[in-house]
């Protein structure tokens, strides 16, 4: 490629070719964006570029050359892929992804991609509101800086060899998918698979086709993104709106228009387009085939994945441990290493010890030997006694100490480790400002004493008053300037004790475990001296040679080389710091060839930054090295890395046998190194294995495909004097077969010896005995557990595949997460992730591990390329390692954490995902293909008959589940009841016998009696009503007349009015003002439903019903007559209307179903009498009572308490409306107190008001003088299952101002009877029982203790009325059911009601639920009600008033509302409990389903960069908890689930607004 610089690069002035080096590394790091790198380097050559007159500068930047193949890779490799776009493979063709590009492994993914790219993308993409993620100005300059990923920089410059793979297998896959489209005849007449099935052309799905397919077991299955459409054979084209678009929506417009379905068929809702998406995509198959297995329909089985019949097995003969040559016994070698320092430093003080470079990479200041061993001296000298007083030093010997020094100030590093040594303190070298798990490092350590330099101590953080900030987590330390003006010289008569190495610590290294601890691991001064000799042997190290060490001086090999070995030997080290690299990547290399040095230390890393930078340096030399150690050759992704800078760098004398990779780790320390070659000796070979193999754990030569080969190299053999063995990384520690990868382990002198103060760690890692396979041990030599995986090949080559760390187990077989990250990083993503900054870790979800991508985003990447981007990553790791990636996220620019050199913190990272504030940015869930371990579907048992259920229940001594409340003949009262069968007559009697009674009085929001009413004020003003009904109505006797109030005492007058005059009231909610359009509709249907004849109402609503607004809503010109009642003529009535007969009907309850049913049920005078009659028993009403009610009075037990029981008992009501506690909370509490209340009724609505308003005011309360000691009974009315959480927290929180805990209980009533249940005064308290939820899903009821997993908590819903008797029943069969079991409550009782009021009068619907019976068992052939509630009865050790065992009823839910998936029943309230406790941001939460994929809709109520966070937390908890597959989660604003007065979630309501696109989410999550 031509180069429009003036003679290419290597002329222009060196500072200038420094900052291009720079630069280049710059944006392969991701440190600046592709455009900053163009601007910066068009500045940089603007003058020396002779401009072309009139040509873009852009035009003339210098497209790199390409480089030369990696000699593994055939020449053809860069070829190919370069077609996929000119201008990418000019831009990343160079060295910048060579770091991490394998070309053949590219090439694998590429081709599979390639494959993927015919088909459309299928899935669909996730809605997300535009503000969600706008990144903040500050963010958007700051690009990551990437610069490195220390530890686990190999994992990213991997890609060897996973080879043209995935192309073969995704043939395999396409051209089965084909065969199966053509083969099957019936596809092509498949039905479409559209939601809104419109016929236009058919689309069969996939799933069809599979039908006639048979899956055979090794094809992979297709991928996720692919539909095929089959009348043509050809794929699906469903084409992704252009998000843009949909992103800059506005809330309210329709949005419709932007997608077609798969037909091209327009779809009136975008939502229900993408869910159809969805389901074509889940329909495919999932990975493995599920095995059929025995259901126990008692509990729920895990599918545990079986063991594939074809999986390769290991078949060598158990392996023998492999022994390194003897250790060479030296003469001259030291007896310790400190011996050997006062060697050199005292015979050899000129000669030069480490040299320290600048900034630039110029050597700036040499440590002599004699300087290191003076220095020390004083060092040791000062920390023994001049740090204390004489009686009490600080430090004596043994002691830790930390040392804290920065990474470019090696010498200052050197003096103090030699000083601790000296002074037989055990230093403990760690990272400057390290977080958190340094402190418990600190703290095992028992460390007090900080070492650091002047410049370091002043760059620490400092409080007001100049103290050092203690860090978080950190012990109390002293810190310790070590720099020499600081330093005592030591008198002449000080020696050091230096004694012959023995077993005593020398110091400890650090290392962080895979969960994100750091623990220290405590290297003896034998072991210490011993590694140097090893090292010295198997490096073959000679006085005075130069070293080049570009690794971290701190830990690991930079220290045993840089610092140990060094002085062993009297080596001349070059420290290189990662600062220099940065700035001048080169500058290793210009060392290696100024010093003519023989060994060089460097990892993948520093190789790939030298061929990067290697074009600015023609002339350098790199013909002294005998010895090039990569200490990262561990890593199974080196070798491409080593090849490639071979191939480059071996025209500058770079001799191919010096290239030495070795295997180390802070336990075993340096486990094997492959010794210098022989020139012109032919180079080790490399093991291609089967990544199939190797995920079983076995070593097959790679033949199947070359797609999934991984190619590694060798790391040489055994250490001098070491012993190795490979024993299986899970359970005991048996020896491993020849074929088969497990642990290293390896046992010699040179090894760490314990994890300091962590005794039962230890022993599992330091003191390993192998044992063979039947367990007895083999040999009496403890091994070191090496925490690397890998065999002893041919020749007793040690290979290395992975680190235990990096160990993934999903469904019993192992992945690597350095293997993982390659494949994704071989998916070209240079628009839209930064390379190295990408994380990979499983979490455990559902008794599996489960896979978790998460990668950085670039700022500018687009919504399209960033899911385009994850859904090829999820193809090619599918089709690559045949693992299914569970979670795939993408986190903005700058915001995983690091570890101190630059890498990616995994284990933080792993600990933000589970904790929910990862903040991701984009998110794809993929559980439907991942979770293959789902119990299979329960099947319903063929019908086995009532009666052998109920034969079966009384073998087993179980009697039948039936209660009743007392017995209403014994309990006759005084002549009311004989003398008026009508409430009617009640009030007429009242109003005579005691006129001036108060029955009524109405409360505002201040408390104050806005209105008041005695018996005489009621009866007059129902007689003036029903004059004006008669009169002004013209309405008949059994007319319907609708109520049209807001909850107060006219609503009382206008329903006894409408009796007087033989009229049926219906009570209806007003309509809301504010939002007519949501609420008047409901009050025209019932309306129409009740077939009213009249509306009365007052004057402001029949103005609202006839505004103009109203008629926006409905047609208002077909009101029936509307009658206000405010301003009533004195008119006496000529005669109460009485009722023929008690069976005629009284009132019509209205009420629309938590499920959007609108039911209206009739109420005879006799149940009116019944009902009431049961109340007043059962609560101890009389006429000098007050009970305060704070509920709406429109239906079910609220009216009936609102309206009718004062009347009948004549206890006066003190009425307060919900309402007015928005404007006043303390309102309902406040008037308990001052009425000084026995008995109040409320509704949850407003329990949760007062617990959420009034939590933390207890105290204002208290001095508000509110006092609820006189609270008897507090009555929460309710048609749901008791909510135990609400009431528990409402009688904790008041407790404090006198709440009696027993106070609080709930009723139950439904549809068909109002109230069946209510606590009352005398009876035993509720009681509560644990049930296992598992059981409950199969219909059984299984009580469990508390605190037992998956259990819940029921409390019974108050005493069953006087009269009233209920039985559990088999919803199915109709037959009772034993005690203890879930069932259909059924109930009988006087006060039941007669039907339901319908339009068309569906006798068949009414029969069924209000006359039914039992079909076997019942001689008395009672008539029940069904109620439409699933619960159970369960007979308890207590005393019911009767003196019988009391039988408590539990409510679990109404059976329309629960969702059928799976086989299984579950209640939404269950699900959502889940959900609300995941995360503290979720403020409500509902569930639906829709075509068998389950919603779940979360309320967030935190900022909304969380909205992302709660995706995975949302699906883990109900998959953990409840065995399900959320199909959708939606992320909403507070307040958008619809709750209805009584507190219930409406949500049929929030599925159709879903549907029809109205929520205006802030994201929506389709899980794949």
């Not at 930390?402 to 601790?420: H, I, T």
């Not at 403890?782 to 020749?795: C, M, T, W």
């Not at 390379?835 to 591990?849: H, K, L, N, P, T």
């Not at 149940?1167 to 009431?1172: F, I, P, Q, R, T």
Request: charged fraction near 20%; include cysteine; aromatic fraction near 6%.
């Amino acid at each position: 490629m031509a180069e429009p610089a003036p003679a290419g690069v290597s002329s222009l002035p060196r500072e200038v070719r420094e900052q291009l080096a720079e630069l280049e590394l710059e944006l392969s790091e991701g440190d600046i964006t592709q455009k900053g790198y163009e601007k910066k380097r068009a500045k940089l050559l603007a003058p020396y570029v002779p401009q072309t007159q009139g040509a873009d500068p852009a035009l003339q930047k210098e497209p790199r050359p390409q480089m030369p193949a990696p000699s593994a890779a055939p020449a053809s490799a860069s070829s190919s892929s370069s077609s996929s776009s000119k201008f990418h493979r000019a831009r990343s063709g160079g060295a910048r992804d060579e770091r991490y590009r394998s070309d053949i492994h590219t090439e694998a993914v590429q081709a599979a991609l390639a494959k993927h790219k015919e088909q459309k993308m299928a899935l669909p993409m996730p809605t997300k509101r535009r503000s969600t993620f706008v990144q903040s100005p500050a963010d958007a300059c700051t690009p990551p800086d990437t610069s490195s990923a220390s530890e686990d920089e190999g994992s990213l410059r991997r890609q060897a060899a996973l080879s043209a793979a995935l192309h073969q297998s995704l043939q395999n896959a396409e051209s089965w998918i084909n065969r199966s489209v053509q083969g099957s005849s019936t596809s092509s007449s498949a039905s479409s698979t559209l939601s809104h099935g419109e016929g236009k052309g058919t689309s069969g799905s996939l799933a069809d086709v599979f039908a006639n397919t048979r899956i055979e077991n090794f094809s992979v299955p297709p991928d996720v993104t692919a539909t095929t459409s089959t009348p043509s054979a050809r794929p699906a084209a469903i084409d992704l709106p252009p998000s843009g678009i949909v992103k800059g929506m506005h809330k309210g417009s329709n949005r419709s228009s932007l997608m077609d379905t798969a037909d091209g068929v327009p779809v009136s809702s975008r939502v229900s387009t993408k869910i159809q998406q969805l389901l074509n995509t889940l329909k495919r198959p999932k990975r493995p085939p599920l095995k059929e297995f025995f259901v126990d329909d008692f509990e729920e089985i895990v599918e545990v994945p079986q063991p594939d019949p074809n999986q390769p097995k290991p078949e060598g003969r158990q392996m023998t441990p492999v022994k390194g040559e003897p250790l060479g016994v030296v003469c001259n070698w030291p007896p310790a290493l400190e011996a050997a320092l006062q060697r050199w430093g005292t015979t050899q003080a000129k000669c030069p010890c480490l040299t320290a470079l600048d900034v630039t990479g110029k050597p700036v200041y040499t440590l002599t030997y004699g300087k290191l061993w003076s220095r020390s001296l004083k060092l040791a000298y000062t920390l023994l006694n001049k740090l204390g007083t004489k009686n009490e030093p600080v430090l004596k010997p043994g002691d830790r100490v930390a040392l804290v020094y920065p990474n470019n100030d090696p010498v200052m590093f050197m003096v103090a480790f030699y000083g601790c040594l000296l002074a037989e303190v055990i230093p403990v070298p760690i990272e400057d400002a390290g977080g958190q798990q340094i402190g418990f490092l600190l703290g095992s350590c028992g460390i007090a004493l900080a070492l650091t330099t002047e410049v370091c101590l002043k760059g620490l953080p400092k409080t007001q008053n100049g103290e050092i900030v203690q860090f978080k987590g950190w012990p109390r330390l002293k810190w310790v300037v070590t720099d020499s003006k600081y330093l005592s010289k030591s008198p002449k008569d000080w020696q050091p004790n230096i004694s012959a190495a023995g077993t005593e610590p020398a110091y400890i290294e650090y290392k962080t475990s895979k969960e994100g601890s750091v623990m220290g691991v405590t290297v003896s001064r034998v072991a210490m001296l011993a590694h140097c000799q090893a090292l010295s042997q198997a490096c073959n190290y000679s006085e005075g040679e130069t070293i080049v060490n570009v690794l971290d001086f701190k830990k690991d090999a930079g220290l045993w080389h840089g610092i140990l070995t060094n002085v062993m030997n009297k080596l001349h080290t070059i420290s290189v710091p990662y600062s220099v690299m940065k700035t001048c990547p080169l500058s290793w290399v210009q060392r290696v060839h100024a010093h003519k040095a023989k060994v060089a230390l460097v990892k993948c890393r520093d190789l790939h930054w030298a061929m990067m930078a290697h074009r600015d340096q023609r002339d350098v030399s790199l013909s002294s090295l005998r010895m090039l150690i990569v200490t990262d050759g561990a890593n199974p992704w080196s070798v491409s890395s080593c090849d490639a800078f071979l191939s480059l760098f071996q025209s500058h004398g770079l001799k191919p046998e010096a290239i030495c990779p070795c295997a180390t780790s802070p336990e075993a320390m340096t486990i094997a190194i492959r010794r210098p070659g022989v020139p012109g000796a032919p180079l080790p070979g490399r093991a291609i294995l089967s990544m199939n193999g190797l995920s079983f754990g076995v070593i097959r030569v790679n033949t199947e495909d070359k797609n999934s080969a991984l190619t590694v190299q060798d790391v040489g053999h055994v250490m001098p004097g070491g012993m190795m063995c490979i024993v299986k990384p899970d359970g005991p520690p048996q020896l491993c077969k020849t074929d088969e990868i497990g642990e290293i382990c390896v046992s010699s002198r040179a090894g760490g010896m314990m994890y300091y103060g962590l005794a039962g760690v230890t022993k599992n890692t330091f003191e390993v005995i192998p044992v063979n396979s039947s367990g007895s041990p083999v040999g009496e030599v403890p091994f070191v557990r090496s925490g690397l995986l890998g065999f002893v090949g041919p020749g007793s080559l040690v290979f290395v595949v992975g680190k235990m760390d990096g160990l993934l187990m999903v469904s019993g077989r192992r992945h690597n997460a350095d293997d993982i990250v390659a494949t994704g990083l071989a998916v070209e993503s240079i628009k839209t992730v930064y390379r190295g900054r990408i994380a990979v870790f499983s979490v455990s979800v559902f008794y599996d591990e489960r896979i978790v991508v998460v990668a950085e985003q670039r700022p500018d990447a687009s919504e399209e390329d960033s899911f385009q981007w994850m859904s090829r990553v999820l193809q090619a790791i599918d089709s690559i390692h045949q693992v299914g990636v569970y979670c795939l996220a993408l986190v903005p620019a700058n915001t995983l954490p690091k570890t101190p050199l630059g890498g990616i913190h995994i284990s933080q990272t792993k600990q933000h995902f589970l904790e929910g504030s990862l903040h991701p940015c984009n998110i794809l869930m993929c559980p439907h293909t991942c979770v293959t371990n789902l119990p299979k579907p329960r099947q319903k048992q063929p019908g086995v008959g009532p009666a052998s259920v109920m034969v079966g229940n009384l073998v087993a001594g179980k009697r039948i589940a039936q209660a009743q409340g007392r017995d209403l003949g014994q309990l006759e009262d005084n002549d009311l009841v004989r003398k008026h069968q009508f409430l009617t007559e009640v009030l007429q009697w009242r109003a005579q016998a005691t006129p001036d009674h108060p029955l009524f009085l109405l409360l505002n929001a201040k408390g104050t009696t806005v209105c008041t009413a005695t018996c005489l004020q009621l009866h007059k003003k129902a007689e003036r009503i029903a004059s004006v009904l008669c009169d002004k109505g013209h309405l008949n006797a059994g007319d319907n007349v609708v109520l049209l109030y807001p909850p107060g005492i006219e609503l009382i007058t206008a329903f006894y009015g409408c009796l007087y005059a033989g009229c049926v009231p219906v009570t209806v909610r007003p309509p809301h003002a504010q939002s007519l359009t949501a609420t008047l509709p409901t009050v025209r249907m019932i309306v129409e439903v009740s077939k009213a004849a009249c509306i009365l109402t007052t004057q402001t609503l029949m103005r609202l019903l006839k505004s103009r607004e109203a008629a926006g809503a409905v047609d208002v010109k077909t009101w029936p007559t509307i009658i206000d009642t405010d301003d009533l003529p004195r008119k006496r009535l000529a005669q109460i209307y009485k009722p023929p007969t008690p069976e005629m009907l009284a009132y019509l309850d209205f009420s629309v179903s938590t499920t959007g049913m609108l039911t209206g049920v009739k109420m005879s005078h006799a149940a009116v009498s019944g009902l009431c009659r049961a109340i007043k028993l059962q609560c101890e009403l009389y006429s000098s009572r007050q009970i305060a009610i704070c509920l709406d009075p429109y239906c079910g037990l609220g009216f009936v308490l609102w309206c009718l029981c004062s009347v009948y008992s004549g206890h006066q009501s003190v009425l307060i409306p919900p309402m007015e506690l928005e404007s006043n909370l303390f309102l309902w509490l406040s008037t308990v107190s001052q009425y000084k209340i026995r008995d109040t009724f409320c509704s949850y609505s407003v329990m949760e008001l007062c617990t959420k308003g009034l939590g933390n005011q207890v105290e204002m309360l208290k001095a508000r003088g509110i006092n609820l000691s006189c609270v008897r009974t507090c009555v929460v009315v309710a048609e749901e299952r008791p909510r135990v959480s609400l009431t528990q927290s409402f009688s904790k929180l008041f407790k404090d101002i006198g709440l009696s805990s027993r106070a609080v209980s709930t009723t139950f009533g439904s549809r068909v009877n109002v109230a069946i249940c209510l606590q009352g005064t005398s009876g035993p308290d509720p009681t509560t029982v644990y049930v296992d939820l598992k059981s409950l899903r199969h219909d059984r009821v299984r009580l469990v203790e508390r605190g037992a997993p998956q259990s819940l908590l029921l409390s019974e819903s108050g005493k069953i009325l006087p009269g009233v008797k209920v039985v559990i029943v088999n919803p199915e069969t109709k037959g009772p059911l034993g005690d203890s079991h879930l069932g259909e409550i059924w109930v009988n009782s006087p006060h039941t009601a007669s039907g339901y009021y319908t339009i068309y009068d569906n006798e068949t619907l009414q029969a069924d639920h209000f006359n039914t019976r039992l079909s076997f068992g019942d001689a008395a052939q009672t008539l029940w009600a069904r109620t439409g509630y699933l619960g159970f009865v369960r007979r308890t050790e207590l005393t019911a008033a009767s003196g019988e065992r009391h039988d408590a009823l539990y409510v679990v839910g109404a059976l329309d509302e629960t969702l059928e998936l799976r086989g299984l029943r579950y209640h939404p309230i269950d699900i959502e409990t889940s959900v609300s406790r995941t995360h503290r941001s979720i403020a409500e939460c509902a569930v639906f389903t829709w075509t068998n994929l389950l919603v779940v809709v979360v309320e967030l109520c935190g900022c909304e960069q969380e909205a992302l966070d709660l995706v995975p937390l949302v699906t883990n908890v109900v998959l953990e908890e409840h065995y399900l597959i959320v199909g959708v989660v939606v992320v909403v604003d507070p307040g958008v689930i619809p709750i209805n007065s009584r507190g219930e979630k409406q949500r049929m309501h929030l599925r159709d607004s879903f549907l029809a696109d109205q929520l205006d989410p802030i994201y929506v999550a389709y899980n794949m």
